[in-house]
């Protein structure tokens, strides 16, 4: 069974950085292309980035230029580094993997 656990969220201030975690479980994860999505109160899920199994990677044109993914297919892992951090990137982030999904990770952004 696939499991995913994201880690890493928290409260930071805006211009500030965060880098989140997903461990993967259950499954051959260097196989697989990889995500983040988010999702604000009152607003339905959106996607912020993906990084194949090759390791090419999209962004979202609201975080491209701020955030990076990465993927360490040896720990069964994938990052989301956040910088330039806006009160807009506050939400939940989920790690993605076909149809699983984590728990989340709550991201704040204020001052």
């Known amino acids: 069974q696939v499991q995913l656990v994201e880690s890493g969220g928290g409260l930071v201030q805006p211009g500030g950085s965060l880098r989140l975690s997903c461990a993967a479980s259950?499954?051959?994860?260097?196989?697989?292309?990889m995500g983040w999505y988010r999702q604000a109160p009152g607003k339905q899920r959106e996607w912020v980035a993906t990084?194949?199994?090759?390791?090419?990677?999209n962004y979202a044109d609201s975080v491209k230029g701020r955030f990076t993914i990465s993927r360490d297919s040896g720990k069964n892992m994938v990052y989301l580094q956040m910088n330039s951090l806006k009160p807009e990137d506050t939400a939940v982030y989920y790690c993605?993997?076909?149809?699983?999904w984590g728990q989340g990770t709550q991201v704040t952004v204020s001052s």
């Open positions: 990084i194949a199994s090759g390791g090419n990677a």
């Open positions: 259950g499954t051959i994860f260097s196989y697989f292309g």
């Open positions: 993605n993997l076909r149809t699983y």
